[in-house]
């Protein structure tokens, strides 16, 4: 039984009674819950819209605020939510700016709550008292931010923000101690690694075509193999993101001569010339763990004034739990650099702009769309936990063909800079949001059985 009503505090009502819609009459209730907190309470009935609660009932509860909320009924419990808890880190001691630079982000996805029906606020490590249940957790409003003193939620929503911050053993003890001892579900947990993804993904004999070979053996002999099949190769970071790290390399056997495109640590686009491969990994990659590297084909990408082109993908999960895609957009490799990340001179364009012909347009959609549903379905199936969200990286070749470059957990949302992907973009945080409404739901019905 599920519902969406405005939920309001009445002060006239008895400690422990609370006003339900006659129309939910058939709902059987005898205690009313808030994320962990419960209280016995008595059910009275009205002809309006809207479920009152007395004042005791609103102040034990830790209600923040006022608002248009789902109701579950499970066993007897009326349960109000969901409560989401946005775990992060890098806090500040200015409540204008408690969450730094990435403030604004954050601002963004906590003000798409009234449009869902939910509460969300924003914690850290340090913001939960283990003793007495509650958390200190920012919210966000018309008035700017304040801190709530809440229970613990019904969902956390991980937003690390890299994988650094996620290795902290304060951070990882959190994460396990709230799933273990709490049952509470933890969607998008950890930064994907690029190897263990490309594994798991070779299992699927329908998403191989999409995969270019890969290997995490970066020797001499293995790249030189790889040179001899491919016009170009690249050596990437296994647990790399926005493109650092990652260097182009390609052998001209008319000069007989290593070519090698990559960003120092300067953020500049470099190219160097070596005659042999020991050189140059002694030079450019000097000091470097190739253990934590790959080696992927090169694939000759379309091209547009000039530029090479791949495409951003953002798929995420609905208020039913299934796999959509969200978002998608072209990118252009800025003057002289490997990737096609802004930060490296990239343009973002919609698919629109770079396919002004309607027959091309529907033909990339249509594949960009068939292939990351697909990957989306597998990652989610071979990968833990619970997965909300996941960012594609593809590429499209001169016969058309779609490749697989990367899969984040963690998407960056650059993209969304383009004026005419507003819409996309607070579709993307709307939906993590509904996500975790189906996750509320599913671990008040199936509370033992959501995690098997």
């Given at each position: 039984m599920k519902a ?11 400690e422990?009674?609370i006003?339900i819609?006659?129309t939910?009459?058939e ?14 309470c ?15 009932i ?11 909320i ?7 419990v009326?349960h109000?939510?969901?409560l ?11 409540i204008i ?11 963004k ?9 939910a ?5 850290g490590?340090?913001?939960i008292?283990?003793e007495?249940?509650?958390m200190?957790?920012?919210m ?9 003193t809440?229970?613990f939620?019904h969902?956390v ?5 890299n994988r650094?911050t996620e290795?902290?053993k ?10 273990k001892d ?12 690029k190897w263990d ?6 299992i699927?004999e329908n ?5 270019p ?10 790249m030189e193999?790889f040179l001899a099949k491919?016009?170009f190769?690249y050596?990437k970071p296994t647990?790399?993101?926005?493109g650092?790290g990652?260097?182009k ?5 008319e000069e ?16 160097m010339r ?9 030079t450019v990659?000097k000091?470097k763990?190739?253990?934590?590297y790959?080696?992927?084909q090169g694939i000759p990408?379309?091209?547009k ?7 951003r993908v ?11 895609v969200?978002?998608?957009?072209a990118k252009?490799?800025?003057?002289g650099?490997?990737?096609t990340h802004?930060?490296s001179?990239?343009v ?7 396919f002004?012909g ?10 960009l ?5 697909l990957?989306?379905e597998?990652?989610?199936t ?5 997965i909300?969200?996941?960012g594609?990286?593809?590429g499209m ?7 697989l470059f ?5 998407p960056?949302?650059?993209?969304f800079?383009h004026?005419?992907l ?7 945080r ?7 409404v ?14 098997s």
């Amino acid at each position: 039984m599920k519902a969406l009503l405005p939920v309001k505090c009445k002060e006239s009502l008895k400690e422990d009674v609370i006003s339900i819609p006659e129309t939910l009459m058939e709902w059987p209730i005898s205690s009313i819950a808030f994320g962990t907190v419960q209280y016995a309470c008595k059910p009275t009935y009205h002809s309006g819209g809207i479920l009152y609660l007395s004042k005791k009932i609103y102040e034990e509860l830790m209600l923040p605020y006022e608002g248009k909320i789902h109701l579950f009924v499970h066993e007897d419990v009326l349960h109000l939510g969901p409560l989401i808890g946005i775990f992060t880190a890098g806090f500040t001691n200015s409540i204008i700016r408690p969450i730094g630079e990435r403030t604004l982000f954050f601002s963004k996805l906590l003000s798409t709550e009234k449009k869902v029906g939910a509460y969300v606020f924003l914690f850290g490590a340090n913001h939960i008292n283990w003793e007495d249940g509650t958390m200190e957790g920012y919210m966000f409003s018309d008035k700017g931010w304040c801190r709530r003193t809440l229970p613990f939620p019904h969902v956390v929503y991980d937003r690390l923000p890299n994988r650094r911050t996620e290795k902290h053993k304060l951070l990882s003890e959190t994460r396990e101690k709230m799933q273990k001892d709490y049952a509470i579900p933890w969607f998008n947990p950890g930064f994907f690694n690029k190897w263990d993804i490309h594994q798991k993904l070779m299992i699927e004999e329908n998403i191989v075509p999409y995969l270019p070979e890969t290997s995490n053996k970066v020797t001499i002999e293995k790249m030189e193999s790889f040179l001899a099949k491919y016009p170009f190769i690249y050596v990437k970071p296994t647990n790399g993101s926005l493109g650092f790290g990652v260097y182009k390399i390609i052998y001209n056997r008319e000069e007989g001569f290593y070519y090698v495109r990559y960003k120092n640590v300067e953020l500049q686009n470099k190219l160097m010339r070596f005659s042999s491969l020991e050189t140059m990994l002694g030079t450019v990659m000097k000091n470097k763990d190739l253990s934590g590297y790959l080696i992927q084909q090169g694939i000759p990408l379309i091209k547009k004034d000039d530029s090479h082109v791949d495409f951003r993908v953002h798929t995420n999960k609905d208020e039913s739990g299934r796999w959509m895609v969200s978002a998608m957009a072209a990118k252009l490799s800025g003057k002289g650099s490997v990737t096609t990340h802004m930060n490296s001179g990239g343009v973002v364009k919609t698919i629109s702009e770079m396919f002004p012909g309607r027959e091309d347009q529907e033909d990339i959609t249509q594949k960009l769309t068939a292939a990351s549903l697909l990957i989306s379905e597998a990652i989610d199936t071979h990968l833990p936990g619970f997965i909300g969200e996941i960012g594609f990286d593809f590429g499209m070749d001169k016969e058309k063909r779609i490749w697989l470059f990367e899969a984040n957990s963690k998407p960056g949302r650059s993209i969304f800079y383009h004026p005419k992907l507003r819409y996309e973009d607070i579709l993307t945080r709307k939906l993590s949001i509904e996500y975790a409404v189906y996750l509320t739901e599913q671990t008040i019905q199936h509370p033992d059985g959501i995690f098997s």
